[in-house]
């Protein structure tokens, strides 16, 4: 049986006494991609900077396959685990390179090495960027600087790549664009965990849809083979719904 790249048991978090999330558990498979449902305020982003090491967690367990989240050392973790969240710092107008070399900057000794240079060429080459590397990265359009920041997370070679709403604010071409990058950094013998809210774009493009709601996580596969005729995306988004099913994939439209 294989583990799980991140398995969280009974997770709890409170700030300032409101309960963020309550006995969550969740776990998520190696080498696919799996994107995280729910409405705003339902807990998703506080999930992901606890998975991630920024908010310190008392209640509960996370592992990284199936190693305490916890007891990783920082440096064995920005292998493991890479993070970009749904709002950044803005980045003085150095070239695209330079960025995406940035993130390799936790396995420096004395500066980049040849193979930190090398990591980073073949990351833009495989984000389709290669031509943007002498751009400054404030020239650039939005849907741009979104591969940049993902190609300086995947520039770290971690083992699970975390995104926070990484096609927020994006075109249709950079959605898809986005995506299919993502889809293809998992079929790379990586592990992609995004929050989105487009249900439609998930379902597409990910293996594994999760749902948060009520401070507790829930696989939409076993809701749906709980009741296949349950409208699980009424539920989750307490809105009346339409379901239509294309290619397989399921489609999801305002009832009319």
Not at 88 to 116: K, M, N, W
Not at 160 to 185: A, C, G, R, S, W
Request: glycine share 6%; hydrophobic share 35%; net charge neutral.
């Amino acid at each position: 049986m294989n583990i799980a790249a991140i398995n969280i048991e009974n997770l709890s978090y409170s700030i300032q006494g409101n309960v963020i999330l309550d006995g969550l558990s969740l776990s998520l498979a190696t080498e696919q991609f799996s994107v995280i449902l729910g409405r705003n305020g339902s807990g998703k982003s506080t999930l992901f900077n606890l998975i991630t090491g920024k908010y310190a967690y008392q209640y509960g367990t996370i592992e990284l396959f199936g190693q305490e989240r916890s007891d990783i050392s920082e440096k064995s973790l920005a292998g493991t685990i890479g993070f970009l969240p749904q709002f950044h710092q803005s980045i003085f107008p150095f070239s695209v390179y330079d960025v995406v070399l940035t993130g390799r900057a936790a396995f420096y000794r004395f500066g980049p090495s040849r193979e930190d240079h090398e990591i980073v060429k073949q990351t833009l080459r495989n984000m389709g960027i290669s031509h943007l590397k002498d751009k400054s990265y404030t020239d650039l359009s939005g849907g741009e600087r979104q591969l940049v920041l993902i190609s300086r997370v995947m520039a770290q070679g971690p083992k699970i790549l975390v995104l926070d709403e990484p096609t927020n604010h994006l075109d249709l071409h950079f959605q898809t664009l986005v995506l299919d990058k993502l889809k293809t950094y998992s079929r790379n013998g990586h592990t992609v965990i995004c929050i989105m809210h487009d249900p439609n774009m998930a379902n597409i493009y990910a293996d594994h849809c999760y749902f948060i709601k009520e401070r507790k996580a829930y696989d939409s596969k076993l809701l749906k083979a709980e009741d296949p005729f349950r409208n699980i995306y009424e539920d989750l988004y307490d809105t009346r719904l339409m379901q239509i099913e294309v290619k397989n994939k399921t489609i999801i439209v305002p009832s009319f």
